[in-house]
């Protein structure tokens, strides 16, 4: 164990939580055709997965909502959900009201999951102006605590900072109460101190810059810890009820040592010197990555594991041997 490692869970284990089960999702976003992705949702629910999850971004992939709501019709058991919808590209009345039809339409199978939006391509490419990190954090703030009011009361009315609302009422009604879950995603402190009050899921991201590119230095084990016992103090007594997730963007299982290095060699070729166990991506053989996960569980309570689609056949085992312990 890191030295590091060891002081950082002396200072977690004063924080208290009770371990949740497993969950396991699976990110898709570019399938060769309608087929295809229906039967790619269809293989995730049969090796076991919970959830199906989609980004939100322009470029290579599909459009998440009605990507969502493909992928539901095509499943019976398999949730779906967003991770995450990118907070300035909808009216929060409008996404209040897709989330409804969404779950209505899936027999109450949908996540949803909310962030900031951090990707300048996307927001040069919609004509949007890329504003402040405090700004678009603002807008969040307000928005979540919106769109909880819009799912589950009956009429809203709601004068902001960022948003006017007059007696809106969201018709279909979601069938999840009092509303379904919600996700907040994000890698900054205020980003993650909003999702400790206000979400049912935690996603841990990178933070990125105001130009929106990841930065190293929070991309580490130790910066995970940290805002992970940040997220643990702000929620107080939600603490029992929160999920905690970590997005991760790359993986590789196997059990050959040579047939792991070629895997992740284009990947170590870009990142930077020095990042330690970077959180957001998993590698290495089935036993070494199920001994991560659980350890990660004890000493950080997270629970929630997303895998990228490509690795989603060689996961299919430690989900087996992991979900809903």
């Given amino acids: 164990m890191h030295e590091y490692e060891a002081v950082e869970r002396a200072h977690v284990s004063k924080l208290a939580f009770v371990p949740r089960p497993f969950r396991f999702g699976v990110t898709a976003r570019w399938p060769r055709s309608g087929a295809h992705w229906r039967d790619v949702a269809r293989r995730a629910e049969d090796l076991g997965y919970d959830v199906f999850l989609v980004t939100d971004h322009m470029g290579k992939q599909l459009a998440p909502i009605p990507a969502l709501m493909a992928a539901a019709d095509a499943t019976t058991r398999l949730r779906v959900g967003s991770i995450v919808f990118a907070n300035d590209f909808r009216n929060p009345v409008m996404l209040a009201k897709e989330i409804a039809t969404l779950d209505v339409l899936s027999e ?174 998993l590698y290495g053989s089935r036993s070494s990555l199920r001994e991560l996960l659980i350890e990660r569980r004890e000493r950080l309570g997270i629970s929630y594991i997303s895998v990228p689609g490509n690795a989603m056949r060689d996961f299919a085992p430690i989900v087996a041997e992991l979900r809903g312990t």
């Fill in 108 to 281: 109450g199978r949908i996540e949803v999951g909310i962030g900031a939006g951090w990707s300048t391509t996307d927001y040069q490419q919609l004509g949007i102006p890329y504003d402040a990190p405090p700004l678009r954090v603002s807008r969040l703030e307000e928005s979540v605590r919106l769109l909880k009011r819009l799912l589950s009361e009956e009429s809203v009315d709601h004068t902001g900072k960022h948003y006017t609302v007059r007696a809106a009422k969201i018709m279909p009604r979601p069938l999840q109460r009092p509303h379904p879950p919600l996700m907040v995603g994000g890698g900054g402190p205020r980003v993650l101190r909003l999702a400790a009050r206000e979400a049912d899921i935690v996603t841990f991201s990178p933070q990125f810059s105001t130009s929106g590119r990841p930065r190293l230095d929070t991309m580490t084990e130790k910066a995970l810890t940290e805002r992970v016992m940040g997220v643990r103090a702000a929620a107080g007594d939600r603490i029992d009820r929160l999920e905690l997730n970590v997005f991760v963007f790359d993986a590789a299982v196997t059990d050959r040592p040579r047939s792991l290095m070629a895997a992740v060699s284009a990947q170590l070729r870009r990142a930077a010197n020095g990042i330690a166990r970077n959180p957001f991506v």
